[in-house]
């Protein structure tokens, strides 16, 4: 009780402490960061500025640039003090340096205090946000601030997909502006080896691929595209995948990884990796989903530490998997996925369990990642380095910018950055599910989140395909779990009130009393893809029921608008079957509003199977963020949106995911709707809500 105490007292502090009128920039910040006081004036745009600067820092230039201000001799004094930050926390973690910082802008200059570098780039990343859509200039303000995790990143898998350099240098660009500072490159798979290997060219050769054949990345792309994050503070962790996820290496090198022939391959490949990436403190071997004696994995790692570089494997590694235990495996980290790895004590571990956002629906798995604790801990340890989001493009996507926009990229990357380095959450995700609830600390606090995520979507990533919009103003009642016979078209329960003017909350059907719950949130989970690990609103899930949700939404004015609607997320992993035509899903869920059914879109492969490892079979538009929003159209006054949600099984899709999405949006799908009230209990002849 005393830490939820502490915590909820530092969340509102630090909701209270940047009021909603001070100016954008303070109120903006993201990640939040522990202490903010704003003062009066602002610094001008456009200043002259000299930077004295002894820790050399070109990011700091760069985001004073940026920010409008010019460096000339004799202009307002922009100080860096390297000296050790009062109040800031840190812990070791070999190849992460303190990140703490205070920066203090004022009319008459600005100051940095930061006992290293890299606090110094921290501080020009917050000076940046500070700047944006601030035209006057940065508001006078003191940001004191420092990491509660020290590592926190993003994973791409471009062995089963591939992005380019360009896109790359965006994301580290972008990511690294709030605080993101690790970028896991899992450069080989089965289906392609994305790393040049000179003296095996045979690997990136065309004829050996199964997925974008022919694309690889250079050694000098990859120590430019080092270079490139180092200056942003991003680390890059390169993997070569070892002795799984290698049938790329088998066909071009005519042997397995586990001969000797292959081991032999493996350290060459290995010194090419360490000469291409001379930053990189760590490099990542694999080491998961493949039957090999310990002995290969114990030979690799001494390999790689010969070449000066600590070593990561998966944990759990093997098949059958195993728990690492350093005093065997002699490795300096582990990056930890599947229920079954678990805290490894006496060794750095990353947690990644949940993070796996290829599974992930664009708003419910968002509350998720944000609401938990990192492997249940609020703050990080010399045990619990941080956390890594990843995408396993295993399901094959149209385009680079699907592998971004399917997966909701920034908003889950984001929403887990924040944790990491705010700290906190109320408990791990095996405990709080991924139900938003419908008030109190946590709501207020992922909706102030949501709202600072939403300002730079609207900013800084203006430009970027993110389907996530405002999703806390959504609230609905949901009924319980109703017996069906097996029969998905049965009506029964609160259906019967559909287009009343009213739905109660607890009706009689067939002798049952069935009462029902509220919720918040534009995606619901009834089943979670993980369940009963990662809970979704309902604890026990039944076969052969159905569900009822509903909402009213009032519209000040008739309107046009466009609606997200979803009753299946298909996974970017995983092998998957369609809905056929004319259907939403493969359980015969429905959706009216006012009483007329809004029909599913046209899919473009009904009824169809979609292998995750297929060379060219993908996904096309069956999730909604591969797809224009529905058309729908508004009366002034009350709207009814009703939703019949049956259940068995999976009944033939590829997982068993129980789920709905629904939020109006402006007819593009870009933006909630602004100037609408959800609210399931008011009745379709409930006077305007109070809009102030």
């Known amino acids: 009780m005393k830490n939820r105490t502490i915590k909820s007292i530092t969340a509102a502090l630090a909701l209270a402490i940047v009021p909603s009128s001070a100016l954008a920039g303070p109120g903006d910040l993201l990640p ?171 690997l990136t050769s065309a004829e050996y691929m199964t997925r974008y054949p022919g694309m690889y990345y250079t050694q000098e792309e990859c120590r430019e595209l080092e270079r490139y994050a180092a200056e942003r503070g991003v680390t890059i962790i390169p993997e070569i995948d070892m002795p799984g996820h290698s049938a790329v290496f088998d066909r071009a090198m005519g042997f397995s990884m586990l001969s000797q022939e292959g081991k032999d391959a493996l350290r060459t490949i290995l010194v090419e990796v360490a000469e291409a990436f001379p930053l990189a403190p760590y490099i990542h071997i ?47 980290m582990v990056t930890n996925w599947a229920t079954s790895g678990r805290l490894v004590k006496g060794i750095p571990n990353v947690d990644m369990r949940y993070n796996y956002i290829n599974h992930f629906d664009v708003f419910a798995d968002v509350v998720g990642i944000y609401k938990s604790t990192i492997f249940g801990s609020q703050t990080g340890n010399e045990d619990i380095a941080g956390t890594i989001t990843a995408i396993w493009n295993d399901t094959k996507v149209p385009t680079q910018d699907d592998i971004i926009n399917q997966n909701n990229f920034y908003a889950s990357v984001l929403a887990s950055a924040e944790r990491a380095w705010a700290g906190g959450g109320e408990s791990y995700i095996e405990e709080g599910g991924t139900t938003l609830p419908v008030s109190g600390p946590e709501y207020d606090e992922f909706a102030d989140w949501e709202r600072r995520f939403l300002f730079h979507k609207d900013h800084s990533l203006k430009d970027e395909p993110i389907p996530y919009v405002r999703q806390t103003d959504v609230k609905w009642n949901v009924g319980y779990q109703m017996s069906n016979g097996g029969d998905p078209s049965v009506v029964g329960a609160f259906e019967l009130y559909r287009d009343s003017i009213s739905i109660p909350t607890e009706v009689e059907w067939n002798g049952v009393v069935y009462g029902s719950t509220p919720a918040a949130g534009a995606g619901i989970y009834l089943r979670h893809i993980w369940h009963p690990i990662v809970k979704g609103l309902f604890e026990e899930v039944n076969d052969s029921v159905t569900v009822h949700a509903w909402t009213n939404i009032y519209s000040p004015v008739e309107q046009d608008a466009g609606a997200l609607i979803e009753f299946y997320t298909f996974s970017r992993s995983g092998n998957e079957h369609t809905a056929e035509a004319g259907q939403w899903d493969r359980r015969g869920s429905r959706i009216w509003l006012n009483g007329t059914e809004i029909a599913p879109p046209v899919w473009e492969q009904p009824d169809m199977d979609v292998p995750q490892d297929h060379a060219t079979i993908g996904l096309t538009n069956e999730n909604l963020s591969a797809r224009p929003a529905e058309k729908i159209h508004l009366r002034k006054g009350w709207n009814r949106v009703f939703m019949r949600l049956p259940h068995n099984g999976s009944n033939g899709a590829g997982r068993d995911k129980w789920q709905f999405t629904f939020v109006v949006t402006d007819p593009d799908g870009r933006h909630a709707l602004d100037g609408i009230v959800y609210d399931p209990d008011a009745s379709l002849d409930s006077p305007a809500p109070d809009m102030k």
């Open 32 to 202: 939040r960061p522990k202490h903010v006081e704003t003062g009066k004036g602002v610094l001008p745009i456009g200043s002259k500025v000299t930077i004295t600067d002894p820790t050399s820092t070109p990011a700091l230039r760069r985001a004073i640039a940026e920010a409008g201000y010019k460096e000339e001799k004799g202009g307002l004094p922009v100080t860096v003090v390297t000296a050790p930050v009062e109040g800031a926390s840190d812990y070791t973690l070999a190849g992460y340096p303190d990140e703490a910082y205070r920066l203090e802008v004022s009319p008459e200059g600005i100051r940095i205090t930061a006992p290293e570098s890299m606090g110094v780039v921290r501080a020009a990343q917050t000076l940046s946000q500070l700047a944006l859509d601030a035209p006057e200039g940065i508001a006078t303000v003191t940001v004191t601030d420092w990491p509660a995790f020290k590592l926190r990143g993003f994973l791409h898998d471009v062995g089963r997909s591939f992005i380019s350099i360009d896109e790359l240098k965006k994301e580290i660009d972008l990511l690294s502006a709030f605080k993101i500072n690790t970028f896991h490159w899992h450069l080989t798979e089965n289906q392609a080896w994305r790393f040049e290997v000179k003296s095996f060219p045979q």
């Open 286 to 332: 694999g080491g998961d989903e493949k039957n090999f004696d310990d002995s290969f994995i114990i030979d690799m790692a001494e390999y790689t530490a010969g070449l000066g570089r600590k070593v990561i494997i998966w944990n759990t590694y093997n098949r059958p998997s195993k728990l690492v235990d350093p005093a065997v495996i002699p490795v300096d």
